[in-house]
């Protein structure tokens, strides 16, 4: 007879491409993971969650599948809050029903400085702070196709690991996912974001490309090399220091992979709102705060915030 | 009896909205002209080109409506090029078999040092710059809509004043047209650039949007002060120093007029190729001559590119 294990439980708060994969990862692992829908929620309460992967489909049945987080009966071990990090996405309150004194938050977006207003709501809960690479969307409500990868990178924000993190890693760990845990997870956010303000605003500006057409033409891939030294100076001054290779290394490994559409031109194609604010709105923020000058990033800043608005408008109105 | 006066013989080469109008114009002031066609050819071969104005409307008879300049029989006095400012169009060939000893050469076209190919191959002729301040559209082949304006400012290329500039001066002014000579008219190419430079690309690259919809976001309207701000340090750098209150003052002037559609826009709109080289690659190549850093210029110029580029695909392919 086996010994027996608490079962970690966790609601994941946006269940789209990103949540319903981790998700079901983490319910592989053993944990019971519920799901907070929104567009999907009729699709994944009655089918759940089936994900297509080239490592093996799988199917995903949450524990509770609801609309609102105040519907969970139970208190989670982990909030993992996966929708796109948007700023009119009202995140703390949110979670503010479900989240007890127990309850770890974990933030599982893209961005700089994306978890600012939540450590703010709850400073004396554990704020995880994760990474996820990964290719990953939802061709319909409730299937999920998984292209690539699946790393993630998580740590305490905003610095640290705690006891918390570390069982959460082990949890991804369990569930196959590549994960690793970081001291400076701010450092890892500075990191991935050196790819994300150049390819992501760049693929909308320069009229829909992918990855490919934007380096083989000399001045936007001149514009990269800019736009990413911009955030390796930003990230010193908040105290950073990324490795001296990582432009050139990122644009060596963009140049071998196949040429691409970044999720932020997916997004701009299908008429979602772009994550500008925290890709790009957030860098700003801190460029100013620290007197750093930011030609560039600030050039596609407000042309991007120009477009989101402008497809919200068409979305909307 | 009056004294027989000598009638000025001019080619208008490329008679769109712009082409078609001034030379409407010159003819109403008396001058004989003809125009070359392209895609309009049969239409004002056949009826003419008729002009659609708040200040009146009238119609235009070329002398002769060629399909090429060397179709043209006699000998201009003037050969007035008229087409976008395009590097793909080899004007300087274009206009070589009309060009005579005695042809005054005239750019009437948008951008900065667009002059440079012509004045090359022809070192000897008067190359004379003019700067159209005008809102005219060809609503069908033929029919042309003149929304607004109409004035010009011309001087010799690179810099002075010749007969033939004063003649034409003359004609313009004969025809009701607003015009000024400039002994600088680089200085008065730079002062329109100080505009065209952020509104044109600002938006397209922006979204598609008017000229207020730029100046009322804090970051856009900034944006444009700061693009203004690396055109007028170009001019200094090419010996022009522009009015101290310049971008102050275009800020304001475009405040006060009704928000509208810049030219740029119109051509993206309809997928017309846009003035890019002329209106922003010349200026970055000045930029580098001069060694001034131009990181607002240099964005706009690698986006927009990149975005005329995948239009032209999407037009021919």
Known sequence: MESPEIIPKILIVGAGAVGGFYGGKLSQAGAEVSVVCRSNYEAVRNRGIVIRSGTGDFEFKPKYVLRYSEEYPETPDYVIITTKALPEIPLASI??????????IVLLQNGIDIEVSIAHEYPKHDLISVL??????QIEHGIIWHQDYGRVELGLYPKGISKKTRVLLDLFSKAGIEATVTETIMASRWKKLVWNAPFNPLSVLAGGVETHTLLSDPHTRELIKRVMTEVVALARHDGYILPSEIIKKNIEVTEKMPSYKTSMLLDYEARRPMEVEAILGNAIKKAEQFGVPTPYLYALYSLLKLVNQHFKKTLFF
């Open 95 to 104: 979670i503010k029903p479900v989240v007890k004194s127990e309850t770890g």
């Open 132 to 137: 996820a690479f990964i290719g990953v969307s």
